[in-house]
């Protein structure tokens, strides 16, 4: 099975950037459909990107549309994601995950692998 390790959460102002990596080992990235999710305090998990195996589909959430870009790298083996003009309401631990089966790759449930998550904090 895939092991997941995200990585490049921090601390950063409202309006800033950062990019999150998700580094796969244990099985070829290529074999998976990939998603990002967050989870803020007292809240639900919330999907935040999707990109297909061959990153020729990509979705995103609508509180992240046209702020958010997930993309792939096969060859190294990881998924990013960039994330700007943030705000604090994106605060949040950020998984990401890894689909072999089919389904809905909005929802949490159609992924059965999953990181430990890495915190991302943006202050107003």
């Known amino acids: 099975q895939v092991q997941l390790v995200e990585s490049g959460g921090g601390l950063v102002q409202a309006g800033g950037s950062l990019r999150l990596s998700c580094a796969a080992s244990g099985r070829t990235l290529s074999r998976y459909v990939m998603g990002w999710f967050r989870q803020a305090p007292g809240k639900e998990r919330e999907f935040v990107a999707t990109i297909s195996r061959s990153g020729d589909y990509i979705y995103y959430g609508d509180s992240v549309k046209g702020r958010f870009t997930i993309s792939r790298d096969n060859a190294k083996n990881t998924v990013y994601l960039q994330m700007n003009s943030l705000e604090p309401e994106d605060t949040a631990v950020y998984y990401c995950?890894?689909?072999?089966?089919?389904?809905?790759?909005?929802?949490?449930?159609?992924?059965?692998?999953w990181g430990q998550g890495t915190q991302l904090t943006v202050s107003s």
């Open positions: 995950a890894a689909s072999l089966l089919g389904g809905d790759a909005t929802t949490a449930p159609a992924y059965a692998y």
